[in-house]
C-alpha cells in the first residue's frame, strides 16, 4: 500500500479528475452536485482505491500507469486485473450516460443502475479470471 499522504494525494487528485470530466461531459456544476460528486467519488473508489492497495510505491504505481498501453511492458496478473477493472469502470460510466444526456432528473438516472451493472458484472469477471489463473499457476 501507498503511504497514506501519497494515497490522499492520488485519490483528491482522481476525484478532481472524474468531477472535472462529468461536469464537461454535461453533468450540472451546481444544481445537482450531490449527483456529480457521487458518481465522481464512485469512480474514484473503482479506479484509484484498488491502486492505492495493490502498488507498493509511488514508482510502481506511475510505471504501470505509464506504460499500461505499451506493447513491450509485460504486466503481473494483478496489474492486467487492475487496468482491465480501471478501464471497463470508466467505459461503463461512458456507456450509461451516452445513452441519454446527464439531466439526473428521470427515474433510470437516479441510481445509475447500468453503471452498477456495469461495475458489478466486471469484479466478479475479473474476481473469475483471477482465481482461474491462480489455479491454473498451482496446477503447472
Not at 69 to 87: G, P
Request: charge should be neutral.
Amino acid at each position: 500500500m501507498l503511504a497514506t499522504l501519497t494515497a490522499a494525494k492520488y485519490l483528491t487528485l482522481s476525484f478532481a479528475i472524474f468531477y472535472t470530466f462529468a461536469v464537461l461531459f454535461g453533468a450540472p456544476f451546481f444544481s445537482d452536485i450531490i449527483a456529480t460528486t457521487v458518481l465522481a467519488a464512485t469512480l474514484t473508489l473503482v479506479t484509484a482505491l484498488p491502486a492505492v492497495l495493490i502498488f507498493d510505491s509511488e514508482e510502481k504505481f506511475l510505471e504501470v500507469l505509464l506504460l499500461a498501453f505499451s506493447a513491450d511492458y509485460t504486466k503481473t496478473t494483478k496489474e492486467s486485473i487492475y487496468i482491465l477493472t480501471s478501464i471497463f469502470a470508466i467505459f461503463g460510466a461512458w456507456a450509461a450516460a451516452a445513452v441519454h444526456p446527464l439531466d439526473w432528473d428521470r427515474w433510470w438516472q437516479v441510481r445509475r443502475i447500468i453503471f452498477d451493472i456495469y461495475c458489478r458484472n466486471y469484479k466478479t469477471a475479473t474476481s473469475v479470471y483471477a482465481d482461474s489463473v491462480q489455479k491454473s499457476s498451482v496446477l503447472h
